[in-house]
């Protein structure tokens, strides 16, 4: 079983950044997509960044502009990053990293969640 460990989390002011990283356990198995989601109280969870291990990526539209997701690692347990600018307080969630084997489909993995509060 492969697990994703997500840091980073806090409180930051508005207009601040934060980073988050996420750290997949030893796999046996590329992991060929990646990807930040968040969720808020009473909201279904939503994407804001993709990658895929060919360097492909995609953000939501709230994300284009302020977030940028980033990959590294080894084959066997690789990271994924989300750095986040110019923070606002409907930043504020708990952002989860994701994890898959194929490019496409149903997301095989998931983290436990990492908390981001942006408040003054």
């Known amino acids: 079983q492969v697990r994703l460990v997500e840091s980073g989390g806090g409180l930051v002011q508005p207009g601040g950044s934060l980073r988050l990283s996420c750290e997949a356990s030893?796999?046996?198995?590329?992991?060929?997509?990646m990807a930040w989601y968040r969720q808020t109280p009473g909201k279904q969870r939503e994407l804001v960044a993709h990658?895929?291990?060919?360097?492909?990526?995609?953000?939501a539209d709230f994300a284009e502009g302020r977030f940028k997701i980033s990959r590294d690692g080894p084959y066997q347990r690789p990271s994924v990053h989300l750095q986040m600018s110019d923070l606002r307080p409907d930043d504020t969630a708990v952002y989860f990293c994701?994890?898959?084997?194929?490019?496409?489909?149903?997301?095989?993995?998931w983290g436990q969640g990492t908390q981001v509060t942006v408040s003054s």
């Open positions: 994701a994890a898959r084997v194929d490019v496409v489909g149903d997301w095989d993995y």
């Open positions: 030893q796999t046996p198995w590329q992991l060929n997509a």
């Open positions: 990658m895929t291990a060919a360097g492909g990526s995609r953000y």
